[in-house]
Nanobody, 122 residues
């Protein structure tokens, strides 16, 4: 069993930055793929970024602005959010699964965090 806890959300002005953390406990998730998703009010949950043991992936809407990374020693995955826009406002979730395919889909992720709110003011 893996428990995921997100942190680092908050209120920021457009153009600002935040760093989200996804800390895992229960067992090491070194071999897990970790995805970041977000959900704005009234919208479906959408893929943001993902990281495997060897690669990173980004949605077109955030490519070049967001960076996903992981610290194996701390069992934590990070999502650096730069050049934030009001349309980035959402609850951000991290999720983990063993597979390295279909990372952009919410289905088949085994574990989810509770989410952290990111609000970008114009």
């Amino acid at each position: 069993q893996v428990q995921l806890v997100e942190s680092g959300g908050g209120l920021v002005q457009a153009g600002g930055s935040l760093r989200l953390s996804c800390a895992a406990s229960g067992r090491t998730f070194t071999t897990y793929s970790v995805g970041w998703f977000r959900q704005a009010p009234g919208k479906e949950r959408e893929f943001v970024a993902a990281i495997t043991w060897s690669s990173t992936y980004y949605a077109d809407s955030v490519n070049g602005r967001f960076t996903v990374s992981r610290d194996y020693g701390k069992n934590t995955v990070y999502l650096q959010l730069n050049s934030l826009k009001p349309e980035d406002t959402a609850v951000y979730y991290c999720a983990a699964k063993r597979e390295v395919v279909n990372l952009q889909y919410t289905q088949n992720y085994d574990y989810w965090g509770q989410g952290t709110q990111v609000t970008v003011s114009s």
